[in-house]
Nanobody
């Protein structure tokens, strides 16, 4: 079994910063893509940023220049540094990872339970 546990959410004023972390644990041989998705009230879940094992990064247009994704492969952990936060960044942020559990296995997508980020104006 694989678990993803997020941390670092909370309440912050507009213009402030937060850093999210997501640690994967369990039966893991390697992790391919890792990413952060977010879901605002009444809206669909959307990609905020993702990063491949090799370090290739993709950002949503709405967060470019403000958010930075990074990962520590040795710790099976992905981070999201969020700066210049806006009220429209308010959402539940979910961690996603494509995990290969053992050699020869195909990758499966796993999700964390989410962490709430609230940005006040």
């Amino acid at each position: 079994q694989v678990q993803l546990v997020e941390s670092g959410g909370g309440l912050v004023q507009a213009g402030g910063s937060l850093r999210l972390a997501c640690a994967a644990s369990g039966t893991i041989s390697s992790i391919d893509d890792m990413g952060w998705y977010r879901q605002a009230p009444g809206k669909q879940r959307e990609l905020a940023a993702d990063i491949t094992r090799g370090g290739s990064i993709n950002y949503a247009e709405s967060v470019k220049g403000r958010f930075t994704i990074s990962r520590d492969n040795a710790k099976n952990t992905v981070y999201l540094q969020m700066n210049s936060l806006k009220p429209e960044d308010t959402a539940v942020y979910y961690c996603n990872a494509n995990v290969v559990r053992w050699r020869g296995d195909y990758g499966l997508d796993y999700w964390g339970k989410g962490t709430l980020v609230t940005v006040s104006s």
